[in-house]
């Protein structure tokens, strides 16, 4: 449903934006699961991305904008995912990437 006003196009770009943002982070999330291997990713980068994460799925909530909610909420887990990953001992890694599914 349009809200009122709006214009499909802006509901259909956002949607779009929010969809292919949200799921972007999937493919690293999977990659550290099965290399167990995080050395290439940037601890400032995703120390960032968290952060901004977090702020984005704030207003959401603040502004009730449910989409903004949904695909934070996600993006924030997933790269809170890569981020703990990244910070974890390479010991506790292999343990959490066992656990889910990752190549021994």
């Keep these: ?5 709006q214009p ?3 509901l259909v770009l956002g949607y ?9 982070f999937a ?7 099965r ?3 995080t050395g290439d990713i940037s601890l400032g980068m995703y120390l960032l ?3 901004a994460f977090a702020l984005w799925l704030a207003f959401g909530i603040l502004k009730r904008e449910w989409p903004l909610v949904l695909s934070n909420g996600i993006c924030l887990m ?3 995912f890569i981020l703990m990953m990244k910070i974890l001992p390479a010991s506790k ?5 066992a656990t889910l599914g990752g190549k021994s």
């Design 1 to 5: 449903m349009v809200p009122d006003g």
């Design 8 to 10: 499909l196009i802006e």
């Design 16 to 24: 779009a934006a929010a969809t292919l943002s949200t799921i972007s």
């Design 27 to 33: 493919p690293q999330a999977w990659k550290v699961i």
């Design 35 to 37: 290399s167990r291997k």
């Design 49 to 51: 991305t968290v952060g």
């Design 78 to 80: 997933l790269s809170g």
């Design 93 to 97: 890694r292999k343990s959490v990437a």
